[in-house]
Nanobody, 116 residues
């Protein structure tokens, strides 16, 4: 099992920045990919960005150039630096981990609200 604990959400004005953190514990040796999803009210959960164990990254088109995902393997933590935030970035952000045997693990979610 893998446990994921997120932090760093909050309220920010449009154009501002936030950094989300997700600390993993448990069977972390099994984690292959870590990333962030988000879900806005009335919408489906969508991938924001992810990073694999080799450091390769993948971003949604809507956040490219504004968000940066990174991973600190010494702390078993993944970060999402969000700059130039827009009102449409408002959502609950979920940390996600995919194990080498394709089990999905989710954090509890953290609210990000961008005021325009």
């Amino acid at each position: 099992q893998v446990q994921l604990v997120e932090s760093g959400g909050g309220l920010v004005q449009a154009g501002g920045s936030l950094r989300l953190s997700c600390a993993a514990s448990g069977s972390i040796f099994s984690i292959n990919v870590m990333g962030w999803y988000r879900q806005a009210p009335g919408k489906q959960r969508e991938l924001v960005a992810n990073i694999n164990s080799g450091g390769s990254t993948n971003y949604a088109d809507s956040v490219k150039g504004r968000f940066t995902i990174s991973r600190d393997n010494t702390k078993n933590t993944v970060y999402l630096q969000m700059n130039s935030l827009k009102a449409e970035d408002t959502a609950v952000y979920y940390c996600h981990a995919l194990s080498s045997v394709h089990y999905n693990f989710w954090g509890q979610g953290t609210q990000v609200t961008v005021s325009s």
